[in-house]
């Protein structure tokens, strides 16, 4: 009776996991339902039923009776071989970089249908305990049977026509972190985390496009900066708190609050900025701009205790998707996370005042060179640039995981999210800064030459997909910097310094845009209110504009010229108002991209 019920047992183990195989394509909640089964009977009755009955057999049979049976020896074999191999695929996983998670799959996988033929030749009796373990399992898992937000401000989509989320649908990026550790720590110091209560300067603009435009017009903001809001009904953007105090995060390093938030109060705390499910559960994306995205956080497969907050419970859950990590793989990485147009639905941005665009970064590459994806040698997307390690101011594709124990990738697609603002990642981790002043330091070229009584100065954009600046390009400030001196060392002629009170004097000439309203004036900080372009200085992709400054008439040769290229993340006007409401906050720093001394001799 006793061996009917440990051949039972196997037979449960062996089909519960069989079952789990692609080609079956069962329905994931019925799978889950059964990988559940697979597991429990496989720990559970292994470690108190089958091995202790398995060592009683052979100690009758090759001890006692004296038997010795090949078959037997075999059996016993692969019977430890599986379950060994069972045991590590639970506990450790097969992430794909481990071989000996692949060889364990493998031998659990094969070593169970060897397992099977010899248990069933061995005890000679196969067809009804088999069939009776089929309609077993197949009973179990086969049992019989608002708020919305404003869509002229905002165009993301959910899925089902939903029109909201629970927080606990908002799966909190500190769970990712146990198996993308070093993907976390990119992501936590980067600025598509810190979008919001992290960024002084976000803040104080929602509150003035509040102020300015209602309480509604907010949801344009937080469309892109912070989605989990958003879709769970929150009308503002919150500062962070402790307590009944608040605290800063403007200096914090590798998502501190937000893993303090999750152990404290799991998925019920909401995360600011653009998390881990935001990123990687969008399905469709459309280059409108304005979070011209659809969203499905509810659709996807989990795997059983995935959504666990207590540690066993997220541990079971972790080892559930170790042992087989593909479904989760597919339900959070799609072919579009590679199309520029995925990028595209947040990073063009148009007003919903005035229907001018106020950021066209997508459609500026879009009519660059640098798309072109008949000649993949020539064709760039935004994360070849925006995702690509660098090194010595050069792109250097990282080798390494992105999983703990993953497979061994040529080109990690990092997560610092190099772009244009070193200065806030960069109060938090100084590798961001550096992969961002390296990704700056790779947009220009400059050349300078003098004649007829002229210095003419020439900015090359060679390196960047998009205008340069691009973005916000009203704020950012790249501007150039020109000291020439005579044979004496006297300088006669200096241009693009800044003033005592920490701006641009008023003979820089920056590269940027300038919006006006509709009577011509400038927007100043109401950028939203664009609808009239005062002036376009950008470089556009692979372009090079040319600035020609009038030298005094007498000169002493030979003439020593220093040109630098700076650049400013904001200008220290926009600083200085919000640090009225930020004290803490520091001035951000002017960098130099590039730098050009040369001689000239009189011609």
């Avoid at 600025?191 to 017009?217: D, Q, R």
């Avoid at 330091?441 to 009584?453: F, H, Q």
């Avoid at 650049?567 to 803490?584: A, G, K, L, S």
Wanted: hydrophobic share 35%; proline share 4%.
């Amino acid at each position: 009776m006793r061996l009917f019920n440990v051949k039972t047992l196997i037979l449960i183990i062996f089909i519960t996991g069989i079952l789990q195989m692609d080609i079956f394509n069962i329905q994931w909640k019925y799978l889950t339902t059964i990988s559940i089964i697979h597991a429990l009977v496989s720990v559970v009755f292994s470690v108190f039923y089958i091995i202790p009955f398995v060592n009683k057999h052979a100690y009758k049979y090759i001890v006692i009776r004296r038997v010795n049976s090949l078959i037997g020896w075999i059996l016993g074999f692969i019977l430890l071989i599986v379950i060994l191999s069972g045991f590590y695929l639970f506990l450790v996983g097969n992430r794909g970089g481990d071989m000996i998670g692949i060889v364990s799959f493998n031998i659990h996988l094969y070593g169970s249908f060897v397992l099977i033929a010899f248990l069933l030749y061995h005890t000679k009796n196969k067809i009804p305990t088999a069939t009776a373990s089929l309609v077993f399992v197949m009973t179990l898992i086969n049992p019989t049977s608002s708020y919305s937000f404003n869509k002229d401000f905002v165009s993301m989509k959910l899925e089902n026509d939903k029109t909201m989320y629970h927080n606990e649908d908002w799966t909190n990026s500190t769970k990712c972190k146990s198996c993308h550790s070093e993907i976390f720590n990119q992501w936590a110091d980067s600025n598509h985390k810190n979008l919001v209560e992290s960024n002084p300067y976000y803040m104080v603009l929602e509150g003035i496009a509040a102020e300015v435009e209602g309480e509604e017009f907010r949801q344009w903001c937080m469309g892109c900066h912070n989605p989990s809001g958003l879709t769970t009904g929150l009308t503002k953007t919150s500062h962070n708190m402790t307590g009944n105090t608040l605290t800063s995060t403007l200096f914090e390093k590798k998502g501190k609050t937000l893993v303090e938030n999750f152990k404290e109060h799991g998925n019920s705390r909401l995360e600011e900025g653009v998390s881990c499910l935001t990123c990687h559960r969008i399905m469709d994306a459309k280059s409108d701009g304005n979070s011209s995205y659809t969203l499905d956080l509810t659709n996807r497969k989990k795997y059983p205790f995935e959504d666990e907050e207590s540690s066993m419970g997220s541990w079971l859950g972790h080892k559930f998707i170790n042992a087989k990590p593909q479904e989760h793989k597919d339900s959070y990485m799609k072919p579009l996370y590679k199309e520029a147009k995925y990028c595209a639905s947040c990073h063009d941005e148009t007003s919903p005042i005035t229907g001018k665009q106020i950021v066209s970064t997508f459609k500026q590459w879009e009519k660059s060179e640098y798309n072109n994806p008949k000649d993949k040698t020539k064709h760039k997307s935004c994360i070849d640039c925006h995702m690509t390690y660098l090194k010595d101011d050069k792109f250097s594709p990282l080798r390494g995981t992105s999983t703990d124990g993953g497979v061994i990738k040529d080109d990690v697609k990092v997560h610092y999210f190099s772009g244009s603002n070193h200065f806030l990642s960069g109060l938090k981790n100084k590798e961001h800064e550096d992969q961002t002043l390296q990704l700056l330091r790779t947009s220009a070229e400059l050349d300078v030459n003098i004649k007829d009584g002229q210095i003419h100065v020439g900015v090359k954009n060679v390196g960047a997909g998009h205008h340069l600046p691009t973005g916000v390009a009203d704020f950012r400030e790249l501007w150039l910097d020109t000291t020439i001196k005579d044979a004496n060392n006297k300088i006669v002629f200096s241009s693009g310094k800044l003033k005592e009170d920490g701006n641009l004097g008023d003979d820089a000439r920056p590269f940027m845009k300038v919006f006006g309203d509709e009577n011509g004036e400038p927007v100043g900080l109401l950028f939203w209110k664009y609808k009239t372009l005062l002036k376009d200085t950008r470089i556009p992709a692979k372009e090079r504009r040319v600035e020609v400054y009038d030298l005094p008439k007498e000169l002493n040769y030979p003439l020593n010229v220093d040109v630098k290229l700076n650049f400013r993340i904001y200008p220290q006007w926009v600083t200085n108002i919000v640090r009225n409401v930020f004290p803490e906050l520091p001035n951000p720093p002017v960098v130099k991209l590039e730098n050009i001394v040369k001689k000239f001799n009189k011609k």
